[in-house]
């Protein structure tokens, strides 16, 4: 997968053009480039090929039209379906927003949740592993009850939570605060036992400056996670800007100190709790 800045005036057509002059020049050197992704208000473009090379990628956008790509990171082609999903095209290859049209073309932004069972450890050797591993069992339901609802996609069991992946940052927002509501029933029914989570969730675009996909969203949406409280849900300060006019309410909560990153994060908490 590449990653293209776009000189600023550069329309959704000119890279279809350009793409087109790709799928011309391609066999030349060995490489499919099978779609991408525009996200034209960020002005970049996002191209998943199949290649032998880096080299062999940049060498067809370099003799189609000359457009090279800033970055080009190697991908496993069943990670780049979990995290971005089964993605419709257009008739030029661009990607479509899930039910939005023909010209609802799909920026490559994705946002991405973990969830973790508060004190999970404290949690076993205060019921023994059977009972936990029954509890874990209902953080699980829970959690894929939620993503199959919301429209998330679960990219792997951490042991102690879930990963998923969002198109829709609201929709991430909304599956995080069902559950919490639904873990808070469970709560209520068993107060013996209550189960809680932390939630984190960051939103970014699939080529940063990691050589990972989505390598910077998935550490910090881990990190927002870790910092969490147990029954919050902390997002990054992108999520509510992508969430405006969406009904989503969120408290912002300054800047933290996370494991990994060099500077403090601006963080929010999504409110989740209703209102009597």
Not at 2 to 11: A, M, S, Y
Not at 55 to 80: Q, S
Not at 259 to 267: D, H
């Amino acid at each position: 997968m590449d990653i293209h800045n776009l000189p600023e005036g550069t329309t959704a057509e000119d890279v279809a053009k350009a793409h087109a002059k790709d799928m011309e020049t391609q066999r030349k050197y060995g490489v499919e480039y099978h779609k991408y992704w525009v996200n034209e208000s960020g002005r970049k473009v996002f191209c998943l090929a199949h290649a032998p090379s880096a080299e062999a990628a940049a060498c067809v956008h370099r003799e189609a039209h000359g457009l090279l790509a800033e970055k080009i990171i190697e991908v496993e082609p069943d990670v780049a379906e979990v995290f971005l999903g089964g993605t419709e095209t257009n008739n030029v290859g661009a990607v479509l927003l899930p039910g939005g049209g023909a010209d609802a073309r799909d920026p490559g932004i994705r946002t991405i949740l973990f969830t973790d069972v508060a004190n999970s450890t404290t949690l076993t050797q205060l019921i023994g592993d059977e009972a936990a591993l029954a509890m874990l069992g209902v953080h699980d339901a829970i959690v894929r009850d939620a993503l199959a609802a919301l429209g998330g996609r679960e990219i792997k069991h951490t042991g102690d939570g879930i990963m998923a992946s969002f198109v829709s940052a609201a929709s991430a927002v909304r599956c995080a605060i069902q559950i919490q509501r639904e873990l808070d029933k469970h709560a209520q029914a068993n107060p013996e036992r209550p189960l809680k989570v932390r939630v984190g969730a960051a939103a970014g675009e699939p080529v940063e400056q990691n050589n990972d996909l989505f390598g910077s969203t998935v550490q910090l949406a881990a990190r927002l996670c870790a910092h969490a409280q147990p029954e919050q849900i902390l997002v990054s300060n992108a999520i509510p800007d992508l969430c405006i006019g969406k009904g989503l309410l969120f408290e912002e909560q300054g800047e933290v100190v996370l494991k990994g990153f060099g500077s403090p994060v601006r963080a929010h908490a999504a409110a989740w709790r209703q209102v009597n």
